[in-house]
């Protein structure tokens, strides 16, 4: 059974920085597509972050570009999402999600994802 589970979230000023994390069990992330999407209240779940595992490249949200970074460590098995300068419309609820479905498909589409954590709450105040 697959499990991924966030970790790292909290409260931060405007301006502040904090790391997530990601951990999986039953799952590899090194030979998968993956990525960090949030949701706001009363909006649908975007992508913030998305690592393209065929051509080794990661994509980055045009609104928070030059502010966050995925990276990993394949050795632990664990993804990370660094916000830096954080801002109060990056508040709301982040996933990070593993495996797309198809090849082919939107990789910024939530429902190409195959696992999901349960989420980590973020809120930055100004």
């Known amino acids: 059974q697959v499990q991924l589970m966030e970790s790292g979230g909290g409260s931060a000023q405007a301006g502040g920085s904090l790391r997530l994390s990601c951990a999986a069990s039953g799952h590899t992330f090194a030979t998968n597509s993956v990525g960090w999407f949030r949701q706001a209240a009363g909006k649908e779940r975007e992508g913030v972050a998305i690592f393209y595992a065929l051509n080794g490249r990661t994509y980055y949200a045009d609104s928070v570009k030059g502010r966050f970074t995925l990276s990993q460590d394949n050795a632990k098995n664990l993804l990370y999402l660094e916000m830096n300068n954080l801002k109060p419309e990056d508040t709301g609820t982040y996933y990070c999600?593993?495996?797309?479905?198809?090849?082919?498909?939107?990789?910024?589409?939530?429902?190409?994802?195959?696992?999901w954590g349960q989420g980590t709450q973020v809120t930055v105040s100004s």
């Open positions: 999600a593993s495996q797309r479905k198809s090849l082919n498909s939107d990789q910024w589409s939530p429902n190409e994802y195959r696992y």
